[in-house]
C-alpha cells in the first residue's frame, strides 16, 4: 500500500514507491486480471520487472535514469506503476511524454485504464495537447456570426457553420474529435490561441473547451503529453515565464520515445519561420485579393493600416524572393547559411512599424465596442513581433552556439523555410532538465551503440543519473537469420543499384513478399521500385512504395491485410512502426544508414565535435548510423512468436573496420555471410 505523506514534508517519510511498486509485480500481480478485462495476456518478464523497480527507486531518491528497454519488454507498465504510486505520494501531476500520436493513445485507451481497473490505489489522468489542437468559442461564434468576413474565403463558410453545430455536441473540442471533412485552412481562424484569449473574462470561459482541459491537467495525477508540447512548455519554464506556461507544475517526469530527444529539443528550443506563416499573419490582418481580414472596418485608421499591411506583403514578397534567389545558386534544397547579413533584411523594421501602429490602433479601439476585434488583434501583434525578432535573429545571426540554414519546399519552391537549431542542446538540457530538480526518467528501445549508453548519454547532456540496458526477451537465436551478401559492390559504386535489385528479388521470393525495403534516399527507392515493379506483378504481390499517393498508415494498414505484400520505404519506415505477425517477415536493409553529411545540423555538429579535439565520424555519424540502424533490424520482431530475416545489402558491414560496431550492435542470432 502506498505510503500516505500526511502533514510533514517528503524528506521525513520514507517513500513507499519502492515497496508499492514491488508488490505490485509481485506473484499476485493484479496484471493476471489483464486479459479479462480486454488488456494483454500477462507473461512475467524479469526485465519488466527490474525496470519498474529502477524507475520506483529513481522517483524515490529524486534520481535521473536512463534505461533502454528492448521491444517486448512491457516497458510502459514498468514506468506507469511507479509513476502513479509517485504522483499520488508528492501530490503533484507526473508527466509522461511521448514522440507518437500512437503511444499517446496505448497509454490514455489501453494502459492506464487498465490500471485504473486493477491497481489498489485510485488516480487520474489527462491528455494534454498543444493549445491550437482546441476549438475556440468565442472565435468560432464571432466567425460563424457576425465576423464571417473575417475568413478569407467565403467558400470556407458552411464548413464553419458545421463545425459550429458539431461544437455544440462535442465534448472536448478537439480538432481530432471531428469525424466530417473541412478544409483545414478553416481550423487557423477558429482554434485558440495565446494571444487572443482573455480567459476568465472571456463569455465563453465556463464552456471553455482549452481551459476546461488544462483544469484537467492541474488536478491530474498522470499528465501524458507529447514532446513538442512538453519542450515548447519548458522553454516557457526555463525563461522563469512561469504564468505563460503550458504545463502545471509538475513533481517527476518520463520521457518515453527518448531517442528523438536531441533533435526534438533542437527543433524546439531554436527559431523558425516560413514565408507561408508570414504571409497568413499578414492576410488575416487584411487580405487585398479578397477584400477580407480584421481591418475592413470604415474610417481613415482602418485604410492607412490596410495600405501599410499591402505595403508590407509586398516587402514580405521581395524579401522571401531574395532569399530563393540566394537559394537558387545551390542544387540542394537545404542550404546552410554560414555568414550573417547575407541578404538585407528589409522586413524586421517594416514589420516594427506596422506593430507600433497596430498598438496605436489598438489604445483607440473602444473595448466595449468590439473587444473580439481588439483581442484578434493582440493575437496578430504577438505573431508579428514573434517574426520581427525571429527573422532579425535569422539575418543577422545573432543566437550564438546556432546552426542556421534555408530550405526550399512547395510548389515551384515557393514555400521557404527559415531555421535556426542550438548546437549545443547537451550543455541546455544539462541546464534545464538534468538539474537534480526532479526526477527525470529516459527510456526507448534504441538507445545504446555496442551496448553502452555513453554516446546518448554524451549527446543529451545526461550525466546526473543512473543507467540500465534491459535484456530482450526475445529468443533471437531461433526467430531471426541474418544473411549478408558479401558479392555486394559498395554503395557508390555503378553497379550498386542492379545488383541491390536482384539480391532484393532473391529474398522476397524466399519469404514470398511480406518485407520492409528500407531505403536511405528517395532516388534510390523510386529507381529500385521502378526496376522491380515488373517482378512483383509477376509474383502477385502488392507493393506499396512510400510517396506514391497514399499517406504511411494507409500503407501500414494495406500492408497488415495483405499478408504478402511488400513496403519500399524511406526514413518514416525505419522507427516507431510495430507491424506484429506474419506480415512482416523479412527486412531488407539496403544501405547502411548514414545522415545526409551535407545537412547543415550534421555538418555543423560534425564541425564543433572536430573543433572540441573529436573525430566526427567515430564520435557522431558513426553511432547515430548504427543507433538509425538498429531501428529499422528492430522493426522485425515485436513478440515471441514473430520470425525473420534481416538482409543486409550494405557490404561495408563486414568489409570495413568500422563495421563491427553494427555487427556489435546487432541481436545475437545467426549471421550467413553469403
Ligand atoms: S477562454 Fe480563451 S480559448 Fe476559451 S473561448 Fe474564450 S477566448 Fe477562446
Redesign the pocket.
Known amino acids: 500500500m502506498i505510503m500516505p505523506l500526511g502533514e510533514s514534508t517528503e524528506l521525513e517519510v520514507q517513500s513507499g514507491i519502492v515497496p508499492s511498486t514491488e508488490a505490485f509485480f509481485s506473484d499476485s500481480t493484479p496484471l493476471l486480471k489483464s486479459a479479462e478485462l480486454g488488456g494483454p495476456a500477462y507473461e512475467r518478464r524479469p526485465q519488466q520487472e527490474e525496470m519498474a523497480r529502477k524507475v520506483a527507486a529513481a522517483f524515490a531518491e529524486k534520481k535521473n535514469l536512463c534505461v533502454e528497454a528492448p521491444t517486448g519488454v512491457g516497458k510502459s507498465f514498468a514506468y506507469l506503476v511507479p509513476a502513479i504510486y509517485c504522483a499520488l505520494e508528492l501530490r503533484k501531476p507526473l508527466v509522461v511524454s511521448t514522440e507518437t500520436i500512437s503511444l499517446q493513445e496505448q497509454l490514455v485507451e489501453k494502459d492506464l485504464p487498465l490500471l485504473q481497473k486493477i491497481m489498489d490505489v485510485q488516480f487520474s489522468v489527462a491528455l494534454a495537447k498543444g ?1 491550437g489542437n ?7 461564434a464571432l466567425i460563424a456570426g457576425e465576423h464571417s468576413e473575417y475568413l478569407p474565403a467565403d467558400s470556407m463558410r458552411s464548413d464553419v457553420e458545421k463545425i459550429a453545430l458539431w461544437a455544440e455536441k462535442a465534448l472536448e473540442g478537439s480538432r481530432s474529435e471531428i469525424d466530417f471533412p473541412f478544409d483545414p485552412q478553416c481550423w487557423d481562424y477558429i482554434c ?2 495565446t494571444g ?5 473574462k ?4 465556463k ?5 476546461r482541459a488544462r483544469k484537467k491537467w492541474d488536478t491530474a495525477d498522470i499528465i501524458v503529453s507529447n514532446h513538442a508540447l512538453f519542450f515548447t512548455d519548458l522553454k516557457i519554464k526555463s525563461s522563469e515565464n512561469l504564468e505563460m506556461s503550458l504545463l502545471p507544475v509538475y513533481g517527476a517526469l518520463v520521457l518515453d520515445e527518448s531517442h528523438t530527444l536531441e533533435d526534438e529539443a533542437a527543433q524546439h528550443l531554436g527559431l523558425h519561420v516560413s514565408s507561408s506563416g508570414v504571409r497568413l499573419c499578414l492576410k488575416r490582418l487584411f487580405d487585398p485579393q479578397r477584400g477580407k481580414g480584421l481591418l475592413m472596418r470604415s474610417g481613415e485608421e482602418e485604410l492607412k493600416l490596410r495600405g501599410q499591411v499591402a505595403e508590407l506583403m509586398d516587402a514580405t514578397e521581395i524579401f522571401f524572393e531574395k532569399v530563393r534567389d540566394f537559394a537558387a545558386g545551390y542544387q540542394d534544397n537545404v542550404i546552410r547559411i554560414k555568414q550573417p547579413d547575407f541578404i538585407t533584411d528589409i522586413l524586421s523594421e517594416k514589420i516594427g512599424h506596422l506593430e507600433h501602429r497596430l498598438n496605436e490602433y489598438l489604445k483607440e479601439l473602444d473595448e466595449d465596442e468590439d473587444d473580439n476585434l481588439s ?1 484578434e488583434l493582440s493575437a496578430m501583434l504577438l505573431r508579428c513581433e514573434y517574426y520581427r525578432l525571429a527573422i532579425s535573429d535569422f539575418v543577422a545571426m545573432r543566437l550564438d552556439d546556432h546552426v542556421y540554414w534555408i530550405e526550399k519546399g512547395g510548389r515551384s519552391e515557393m514555400n521557404i523555410q527559415l531555421y535556426a537549431a542550438p548546437l549545443n542542446v547537451g550543455e541546455i538540457l544539462r541546464k534545464i532538465l538534468f538539474n537534480g530538480e526532479l526526477p527525470v526518467v529516459l527510456t526507448s528501445a534504441t538507445l545504446s551503440v555496442a551496448g553502452k549508453l555513453d554516446y546518448y548519454r554524451n549527446r543529451i547532456g545526461f550525466d546526473n543519473g543512473t543507467e540500465d540496458v534491459l535484456d530482450t526477451p526475445f529468443d533471437y537465436e531461433n526467430q531471426v537469420k541474418i544473411y549478408i551478401p558479401k558479392s555486394m559492390p559498395l554503395p557508390d559504386e555503378e553497379n550498386y543499384l542492379g545488383s541491390a535489385c536482384d539480391e532484393i528479388e532473391n529474398y522476397i521470393k524466399m519469404t514470398h513478399g511480406k518485407a520492409f525495403v528500407l531505403f536511405t534516399s528517395y532516388d534510390t527507392m523510386k529507381r529500385s521500385s521502378e526496376r522491380l515493379r515488373g517482378f512483383f506483378e509477376d509474383l502477385g504481390i502488392t507493393l506499396l512504395v512510400q510517396g506514391e499517393g497514399k499517406n504511411r498508415s494507409d500503407m501500414l494498414n494495406e500492408f497488415k491485410h495483405d499478408i504478402d505484400s511488400v513496403i519500399f520505404g524511406v526514413t518514416s519506415f525505419w522507427m516507431g512502426v510495430d507491424v506484429p505477425g506474419e506480415s512482416l517477415s523479412n527486412v531488407i536493409i539496403t544501405k547502411l544508414p548514414f545522415a545526409v553529411p551535407t545537412h547543415p545540423l550534421v555538418q555543423a555538429r560534425s564541425e564543433k565535435i572536430e573543433r572540441e579535439g573529436g573525430r566526427a565520424f567515430m564520435d557522431y555519424s558513426l553511432p547515430e548510423a548504427v543507433l538509425r540502424f538498429r531501428q529499422g533490424v528492430g522493426r522485425l520482431i515485436r513478440k515471441k512468436t514473430d520470425k525473420g530475416i534481416i538482409v543486409i545489402l550494405d557490404r561495408r558491414i563486414i568489409s570495413k573496420r568500422y563495421g563491427k560496431t553494427f555487427i556489435n550492435s546487432l541481436p545475437k542470432c545467426p549471421v550467413e555471410i553469403v
Open positions: 493549445r482546441y476549438i475556440c468559442r468565442r472565435r468560432l485558440s490561441e487572443n484569449c482573455s480567459k476568465p472571456c463569455a465563453y470561459f464552456r471553455c473547451f482549452y481551459w483581442q
